[in-house]
């Protein structure tokens, strides 16, 4: 039970990426493919099937995935999602990771303006990757390395 690598995107824009330790090893994606591959995914879900995506399982892994609308002030604003992804191993449990998610979306949200959100100015959001790190703690380690670590 492994989280990877958690990323928040809006407007296609990767806004804040964090890539566990036992995500990197094996990374082979870059970020732009990983977000077009993850969007296409997202549209796919919603145009074919009329449903949002939330969880899909790709080999030995899942991708989890959550949005939150969002709308400038200005009225008669279309209204954008801010997007979460997470990938995980395929036995991980998917709504423990979700509650991790739905956390780490709110503490953006409360965070960050809508006007710093929708600025798309990634170098605004570098910190918050360390906010990721502790909030997803319990899933990034293997179960493997937590009995390593007892003994």
Known sequence: MVVLETTLVFKNTVLVEKLYPAGKSGDFLTKDIRTGLLNSLTHLAERAFQDKLQNVSLGPYQIIQISQEIRQKKKDSPIDFLSMYTIAQKNTNSKEVVKCMQKAMQQFIDRYSIFDIYSLNQQKFLK????????????????????????
């Open 128 to 151: 918050f990757a360390d906010r990721f790190e502790k909030i997803f703690s319990k899933l990034i380690i293997s179960d493997e390395e937590r009995f390593r670590a007892v003994f």
